[in-house]
């Protein structure tokens, strides 16, 4: 009886974003979703979600360049992991201290319904 009154576990609902034909291939486009900003790429059949700041200063990431599953920030070179968002490469030597300090990429696993690209957010 008293699980009748319990409140209903509510999962995130998957956020229909973009039409999967809409995106063009090998191009890093920024879409508005909802009232946020991301960057799609999408490369054959592998289609890659991220976040458009740019961990290190902010810098547009959809500016950027992508090879072999990384990116690499236009502003100074940082690259970072498409599929896991780590920085692999810091083109500044421990001489600029914590200008030089970086996280990790925010990526985005994105799921394809109905020929839709979607995410799950938070
Ligand atoms: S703002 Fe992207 S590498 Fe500095």
Known sequence: MRDRYRKKEVSNPLIRCIPKDEVKNNVLQKELIGNTFFVIYKSDSRIWVIS??????????????????????YMHGYVYDLNTGVPLKIPYGEAYGKWRETGNLEVYKPTIRDNQICLDLP
């Open 52 to 73: 458009p700041c740019c961990p290190h200063k902010g810098a547009d990431m959809s500016k950027g360049k992508v090879e072999n599953e990384t990116i690499t920030c």
